[in-house]
């Protein structure tokens, strides 16, 4: 039977029943909720990454979900509702779009997403609760790969970055030996600030070259995973588990899995 968004609403709102509800529901609050938001964002990420799109519409509910369960918290605190919800992001994504809905012209997606950024900006500008930073708006509980690619972006907007991608190469250089020497010295705070530079450089790096750090990490982890798995089968074939292998022999499994082209 087909389901609308307010069959959504009103279940979510039984949920929360002071009297009939799930007890784990009604302990919920926001800041519980957003540990489950991000996991489903992740989810929906996953399926997309795995290209198992028949599975999204479910991912997708469960996001549907997490913002449903919010708005339910925002009505019952007199804070806002779903339809309050829904209306922020009608009239921003109208404001953001003067090319479609006014009369503004743009000729590509990069002039778009250049007045997009001015959009934003000027938004920024206008709320009166916080100093105007060219920073402000990046949420601190973004990834860090992808917080460090805006923060980035947002102060190269004025100016202030590398001309290309050779000199990041020879900043990464820098970081790297900057990292050896706090090796070298035993403090862990050291090693840790240094290896941070050397992340923050490579997103750098991967700004220039047009490539989402964050997209090409997530593409080793699933390179790496699968030449893993491949590594544990080939230990599972001798009767063996992976730690009585060898580290000679699991090489050897390892540069077979890249010769198969895992």
């Given at each position: 039977?087909?389901?609308?968004i307010d069959?959504l609403l009103a279940?979510?709102?039984?949920?929360?029943d002071?009297?009939?509800?799930?007890?784990?529901?009604?302990?919920?609050?926001?800041?519980?909720l957003?540990?489950h938001?991000?996991?489903e964002?992740?989810?929906v990420?996953?399926?997309?990454d795995?290209?198992a799109?028949?599975e999204?519409?479910?991912?997708?509910?469960?996001?549907?979900?997490q913002?449903?369960?919010?708005a339910?918290?925002?009505?019952?605190?007199?804070?806002?509702?779903?339809?309050?919800?829904v209306?922020?992001?009608?009239?921003?994504?109208?404001?953001?779009?003067p090319h479609?809905?006014?009369?503004?012209?743009?000729?590509s997606a990069?002039?778009?997403?250049?007045?997009?950024e001015?959009?934003?900006a000027?938004?920024?500008?206008?709320?009166?609760r916080r100093?105007?930073?060219?920073?402000d708006?990046?949420?601190?509980?973004?990834?860090?790969?992808s917080?460090?690619?805006?923060?980035?972006?947002?102060?190269?907007?004025?100016?202030?970055?590398?001309?290309?991608?050779?000199p990041?190469?020879?900043?990464?250089?820098?970081?790297?030996?900057?990292?050896?020497?706090?090796?070298?010295?035993?403090?862990?705070?050291?090693?840790?600030?240094?290896?941070?530079?050397l992340?923050?450089?490579v997103?750098?790096?991967?700004?220039h070259?047009?490539?989402?750090?964050?997209?090409?990490?997530?593409?080793?982890?699933?390179?790496?995973?699968?030449?893993?798995r491949?590594i544990e089968?080939?230990?599972s074939?001798?009767?063996?588990?992976?730690?009585?292998?060898g580290?000679?022999k699991l090489?050897g499994?390892?540069?077979?899995?890249?010769?198969?082209?895992?």
């Open positions: 039977m087909t389901k609308s069959d279940l979510v709102g039984r949920l929360r002071p009297v009939r509800g799930c007890p784990w529901d009604l302990e919920q609050r926001y800041a519980t957003t540990r938001t991000i996991e964002a992740y989810e990420a996953d399926v997309i795995r290209e799109l028949e999204l519409p479910d991912e997708l509910g469960d996001l549907l979900f913002v449903v369960f919010y339910q918290i925002g009505a019952e605190e007199g804070r806002f509702t779903f339809a309050d919800v209306a922020a992001i009608h009239d921003k994504l109208v404001r953001r779009h479609v809905f006014g009369d503004a012209e743009l000729g990069s002039e778009q997403a250049q007045a997009w001015a959009s934003k000027a938004e920024r500008a206008g709320d009166s100093p105007v930073s060219e920073l708006g990046i949420p601190i509980g973004m990834p860090a790969l917080r460090a690619s805006k923060l980035q972006k947002r102060a190269a907007r004025v100016g202030f970055d590398w001309s290309s991608a050779e990041v190469l020879g900043k990464i250089s820098e970081e790297l030996a900057e990292l050896r020497e706090a090796t070298a010295s035993g403090s862990r705070d050291a090693q840790e600030e240094e290896l941070g530079d992340l923050f450089a997103v750098n790096l991967g700004r070259l047009y490539i989402d750090a964050e997209d090409a990490l997530r593409r080793a982890n699933r390179k790496f995973e699968r030449r893993f491949y089968d080939r230990a074939e001798m009767g063996q588990r992976v730690q009585d292998v580290p000679a090489d499994f390892w540069d077979e899995a890249k010769r198969r082209g895992l």
